[in-house]
């Protein structure tokens, strides 16, 4: 009964990394189709949000499986719980890389970011990379010291995100409110990314310590 309560364990272990690893794909693909109006890229990512959710029903699914049959207790419940609760912040991170990539599409042909804008979200969507990089390093090989670094990751995001205001309520602003609204949007989008990065850090530190931050949840 052990053995099998371990295997089906990795099974929803190995969920949690494809799920990281699409999402990361999915937020790659979507910040080529903002910045370079590459259609295929944003239907692309649009077309496979599903998959991140079907992975995402399978985790769920497995879990309250595992729960009802084995019943877990200490840190095997901490397991369950924490699957759970990454699965979540995972699937969020693919709606909002869907949210961008709809937005790309939505201001096809030409690109959803002027120029002014081009070099801020560069280096949020290189942010978010990292983070999602080293989400689904831990989540394949739990490691608390590397996951506490995505608050330091996500302060970086959060300087962007100011600048991006800079830039957006600027004297100088020269396209108008609507492509204001579009960069305050898309500006959100990628902060959210990392806050949810964040929280699955967090979910992680909490399975191997079985300390909960205060900022989880």
């Known amino acids: 009964m052990r053995d099998e309560f371990r295997a089906d364990l990795q099974i929803v272990s190995q969920l949690l990394v494809d799920m990281a690893e699409a999402i990361r794909a999915a937020m790659r693909q979507a910040t080529r189709a903002l910045l370079t109006a590459d259609r295929q890229a944003a239907e692309t990512v649009i077309q496979r949000d599903a998959e991140i959710d079907e992975l995402y029903r399978h985790v769920e699914e497995r879990v309250c499986d595992l729960l009802a049959r084995q019943a877990p207790v200490a840190s095997d419940l901490r397991a369950m719980i924490t699957a759970l609760h990454v699965a979540a912040d995972l699937e969020r991170m693919g709606d909002l890389a869907d949210h961008v990539a709809k937005t790309a599409l939505r201001r096809h042909p030409s690109p959803a970011v002027p120029a002014e804008l081009r070099a801020i979200f560069t280096e949020m969507a290189a942010v978010a990379d990292r983070m999602a990089e ?11 010291d590397l996951a506490a670094e995505l608050d330091r990751d996500d302060d970086a995001m959060d300087d962007l995100h100011k600048s991006l205001f800079a830039v957006l309520l600027g004297d100088d602003w020269p396209y108008g409110v609507e492509t204001a609204i579009d960069g305050t949007l898309l500006g959100r989008f990628y902060e959210r990314f990392a806050d949810h990065a964040v929280n699955a850090g967090e979910h992680v530190v909490y399975l191997i310590t079985g300390e909960t931050s205060p900022s989880a949840g």
């Open 134 to 144: 080293k989400i689904g390093t831990v989540l394949a090989k739990p490691d608390a």
